[in-house]
């Protein structure tokens, strides 16, 4: 971010911070754009702006087709421990999957677009319960978009991580690069970051670091970034190694990183080869891959473990006078108390002041711990209010 972006580019970029429909941020940006002078210190923003601009733009298109289409969402009523949505191409062998996995029925045929609707199936792994839900075709098998493309991205967004189904016999490599992008013309990342940076806009206070990590930036700097983008008031979480560019993406572009597994189907009919540079692209990446064939129900033991482990699903159990509780409380690794607190009520949440932890997560058992102490798995918490 260059050192002193004039005031009315400051400005404008308040607007955008403030704005509420894509149409006010496509506008408030563009203004910003003009106001900044290109130059080497501006690249960087200046990239950044234009690039957020032709999101918003196709974000505000795909908005448009679906108010002149049908008005209706996709949204399946969350069920069991976790959501999955299954998402992929027509004909991929999303059904067969889904089928493969779970209690549900869903059709399957050799023609396209034979899943209309979202389909969900529950799927038993290891104690945990996991909703699977089958969204319509997001992509033609001539990786065309589809009439289901906005709806079914927005249902993806919601899920708390997302299968991609390839097919195998329909240029793999293909259709993953076009789903990355879909993703990410939605605001979704599947690559795992190292860092993650939250910053919580507030109406005063001026900027307050929180940090569980590593921060390669000053606080002078952040500052400075912070409030050249209209932001005076804010507290800046960060995990894990972020640097100043972290913040600086955060801010600008909302990106969300989605955990999601990649599965090859049919791979009775796949190129070895094409598995062989997927398997590596995706290593390379730290990103999850498995191959299955549903048909010949082939590597789907090895894919219910991937499933369960992009959940990151831990089991905690509450204690009350002594007494532990007999069904667990399943929360996402890194679930802080105060997380825990809230899950089982408000009121609990606002008038706790500490907890005691037996469990793997504290050094000695019984441990007293602040609300911002993270969970692991088979944690006993007593929460004191
Ligand atoms: N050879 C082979 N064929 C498969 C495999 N899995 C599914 N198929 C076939 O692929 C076709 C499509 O399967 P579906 O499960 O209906 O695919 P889908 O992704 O749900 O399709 P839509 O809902 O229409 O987008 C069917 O003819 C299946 O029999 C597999 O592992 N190997
Ligand atoms: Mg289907």
Redesign the pocket.
């Known amino acids: 971010m260059p050192a002193n972006l004039p005031a009315e580019a400051q400005k404008a970029l308040a607007k955008y911070q403030a704005a509420r429909t894509p149409r006010e941020k496509i506008r408030a940006l563009e203004e910003a754009l003009s106001l900044i002078p290109a130059h080497k210190g501006t690249e960087k923003l200046r990239g950044r702006l234009r690039r957020r601009i032709a999101e918003l733009r196709r974000e505000e298109e795909r908005r448009a087709a679906a108010r002149s289409g049908r008005r209706d969402h996709f949204t399946v009523p969350r069920e069991g421990h976790a959501q999955v949505a299954i998402i ?1 191409a ?7 999957i889904l089928r493969a996995l779970t209690n549900a029925k869903p059709l ?3 023609y ?4 209309p609707k979202p389909t969900p199936g529950m799927l038993l792994h290891q104690g945990y319960e996991i909703q699977l839900v ?1 969204v ?2 997001i992509l033609t098998e001539d990786l065309e978009e589809t009439q289901f493309t906005g709806r079914g991205l927005g249902l993806a967004k919601n899920a708390d991580a997302l299968m991609i ?1 390839l097919d195998g016999a329909n240029r793999p490599l293909t259709q993953l690069s076009r789903i990355i992008e879909l993703l990410d013309e939605v605001g979704v990342s599947i690559k795992p970051r190292r860092a993650e940076v939250r910053v919580e806009k507030k109406d005063s206070g001026g900027i307050r670091l929180v940090v569980f990590g590593n921060l390669k930036a000053g606080y002078g700097e952040i500052e400075e970034l912070l409030r050249s983008i209209g932001i005076r008031n804010a507290v800046v979480k960060v995990y894990g190694d972020a640097e100043l560019d972290d913040i600086e993406e955060a801010v600008l572009r909302e990106v969300m990183v989605k955990k999601a597994v990649i599965v090859l ?5 796949a190129d070895p080869e094409t598995v062989k540079t997927l398997e590596r692209f995706l290593g390379e990446h730290g990103i999850p891959f498995t191959v299955v ?4 129900m082939t590597g789907l033991e090895s894919l219910r473990d991937r499933i369960l482990e992009s959940l990151q699903l831990i089991r905690v159990y509450t204690q009350k006078n002594g007494v532990v509780a007999n069904e667990p409380i399943v929360v996402r690794k890194g679930t802080t108390v105060r997380e825990l607190a809230e899950i089982i009520h408000r009121e609990i949440a606002e008038k706790m002041r500490y907890a005691r932890v037996w469990g793997r997560s504290v050094k000695l058992q019984g441990q007293q711990v602040g609300p911002d102490h993270r969970l692991e798995d088979g944690d006993i918490v007593e929460i004191h209010t």
Request: glycine share 8%; hydrophobic share 30%; no cysteine.
């Open positions: 992929g027509a004909n991929s062998g999303k059904s067969s399957i045929a050799s396209p677009f034979s899943t089958e319509p075709a189904v189907n049919k791979a009775d009919l064939s549903a048909e010949k």
